[in-house]
């Protein structure tokens, strides 16, 4: 068998191997504990609406999340942003029919997979097959990467996808070993565009390209890159940023046809995901707004630790109260520098000093081996985190933004460790080789038991459980779609249970609810809001809100839970790792 036959079969079963790896890895607690963690951002809402209605919304002009039958009647057009994402999304589910809640993780595993497969042949083409195999495998294990992934559904799947095909075309375009070079370069900047498209934070990897392509003096690469680039974002991105209108959804309109989208909405109307970051519930932004900015800028002054005085200040800044000096950005900056620092070697993050030390090791290893990469790579973490930190306030974990460069790390500094042993025992191949195999076993492992730990803590809250329960009572009545129910619940919570449920809520805090009903007026808001349930509050608060309101109780918080029950082999399987 010719070598060139035999290195693209192994490359191939190597593929193979990975996806089914990935698939099955990053279905596991599912397989094991009976149900999905899995939280659902506001793109899984818009995604279900574009594909059902046609219209890129979600709530109507009080921030009600609608059932999906009156999304044409009263749906406004959402400001969300990272609009590619729910729109590719849309065409998902069109062509896979109605998605159902237990089908989410099979839509996003499938994806993040293939996106793997991607990257696993760019770091095949740049080092060899057995970097590539390693770093695949760690790659799959690294606990932020499944769990900010295949569980965090409609956020990273697309824009990772794209992102895998730029960094792919961009290193095949970097060297004149094929007769395209340049062409290679003109897919990985419409590529780049697109990634920021699904994903805008991704935005962020942008200036390092540019950057290093003109540090390089790489003419010819750098018009081919962002040509396209800047193409794609002049016409599809920048207009919605600067003019608002949507757009964005009138060109995106032509490209994936939606029946029936309507093109724009209420003036100053804000999708409650952004406004979510200050106020505390949609009666308080409409109708009590003034009332509680006179008592933010009271309580700003008060008596707050530091820590609390930036997160209160961070959520007006989000909704644009706020406009930070120098002094007080860099103060904020560096109290979520660290944050972001830290995570690189957190247990729950990235699996504890051991892979931390192999990723720091990983460094020395690229340097020696292709100094270029150092710098773009090394540049790219720099700047990106500074950018978090100090510009963008992001609290955030974006380590999945870099999981490319850090599963790479980790897999050169374990192969570099193992080349440093051998060298100091001077071990003949053998011993070496299953001196490899051992110590590539213990890092497996380790990290194994890293995801451990994250997935206990996470099964260990049970409010994915109670969203379950919910729904099973909202399920039990006959609640019409245009009667609205008021819900005790964050944005994920509601965002799950909306897409679980499929009936109009809204966001109802019981500290406005305490308030109105001290002033006599809750009977009043709830009218405002066609409120005729209330699901999710204390039982007493629940008393108080029955007593001065002819609402209905579906549930309140004391609801009791079951989780699935697991069989014995699950369980013993589980227990082996602790």
């Not at 760690?138 to 895998?164: D, K, M, Q, T």
């Not at 419409?190 to 200036?207: I, K, Q, S």
């Not at 100094?371 to 773009?376: C, E, G, I, R, V």
């Not at 944005?491 to 109105?516: C, G, H, R, W």
Request: hydrophobic share 55%; aromatic share 18%; proline share 3%.
């Amino acid at each position: 068998m010719p070598d060139k036959f035999k290195n693209y079969l192994n490359l191939i079963s190597l593929l193979i191997i990975i996806f089914f790896a990935a698939s099955i890895v990053w279905y596991s607690p599912v397989l094991f504990k009976g149900y999905s963690t899995m939280n659902l951002w506001n793109t899984s809402l818009l995604a279900r609406n574009l594909a059902g209605a046609g219209v890129f919304g979600v709530e109507d002009n009080l921030n009600i999340v609608l059932a999906s039958s009156l999304i044409k009647e009263r749906a406004q057009i959402s400001t969300e942003g990272n609009k590619l994402t729910p729109i590719i999304l849309a065409q998902i589910f069109r062509l896979a029919g109605q998605v159902k809640f237990e089908q989410l993780i099979f839509v996003s595993v499938t994806i993040l997979a293939l996106t793997l497969l991607i990257f696993t042949l760019t770091v095949y083409y740049l080092f060899d097959f057995k970097t590539a195999a390693l770093f695949a495998f760690v790659y799959i294990l690294l606990p932020f990467n499944w769990w900010a992934g295949p569980y965090n559904f409609g956020i990273y799947e697309i824009s990772l996808f794209f992102f895998s095909l730029f960094f792919l075309f961009f290193f095949l375009g970097e060297k004149n070993n094929f007769r395209y070079q340049l062409i290679f370069t003109v897919l990985s900047g419409f590529f780049l565009a697109l990634t920021g498209l699904a994903r805008e934070a991704m935005f962020l990897a942008a200036p390092v390209f540019f950057i290093y392509l003109l540090f390089k003096k790489e003419k010819k690469r750098f018009l081919c890159l962002f040509i396209p680039f800047f193409i794609i974002i002049l016409f599809f991105w920048l207009p919605d940023l600067f003019f608002g209108g949507n757009s964005y959804l009138v060109i995106i309109k032509y490209i994936f046809p939606l029946e029936g989208q309507v093109l724009s909405n209420e003036a100053n109307f804000l999708s409650w995901d952004f406004l979510s970051h200050f106020y505390p519930d949609p009666y308080t932004y409409h109708f009590a707004k003034e009332e509680y900015l006179r008592d933010y800028s009271l309580s700003s002054l008060a008596d707050l630790s530091f820590l609390e005085r930036i997160a209160l200040n961070k959520g007006a800044l989000e909704v644009g109260l706020e406009a930070p000096g120098f002094i007080e950005r860099a103060k904020w900056g560096f109290s979520l520098l660290p944050r972001h620092l830290f995570r690189f070697s957190a247990i729950e993050d990235i699996g504890g000093p051991l892979i931390f030390s192999l990723f720091v090791l990983g460094f020395l290893a690229l340097r020696k081996k292709r100094k270029d990469l150092f710098n773009l790579f090394v540049f790219w973490l720099i700047l990106v985190i500074s950018v978090l930190s100090f510009v963008i306030l992001a609290a955030r974990s974006h380590l999945i933004d870099f999981g490319l460069v850090i599963a790479l790390f980790i897999a050169l500094g374990l192969l570099f460790f193992v080349d440093i042993l051998a060298q100091y025992f001077q071990m003949m191949n053998k011993v070496k080789a299953i001196t490899g195999l051992f110590l590539i076993f213990l890092v497996l492992y380790n990290l194994i038991l890293s995801s451990h730990v994250l997935w206990g803590r996470i099964y260990d809250e049970p409010h994915h459980l109670k969203i379950l329960a919910y729904a099973k009572e909202i399920d039990s009545r006959d609640i019409a779609d245009k009667e609205v129910i008021a819900v005790n619940l964050d944005q994920f919570k509601i965002n799950k249970l909306n897409y679980l449920i499929d009936k109009s809520m809204v966001v109802f805090t019981p500290e406005t609810a305490e308030k109105l009903i001290g002033e006599n007026k809750l009977p009043e808001a709830f009218d405002k809001f066609e409120i005729r349930y209330v699901l999710g509050y204390s039982p007493e608060l629940t008393e108080k809100i029955l007593e001065n309101t002819e609402a209905i109780n579906i549930s309140d918080d004391s609801l009791l839970v079951f989780p699935p029950i697991t069989s014995k082999n699950k369980s013993w399987l589980m227990n082996l790792i602790r």
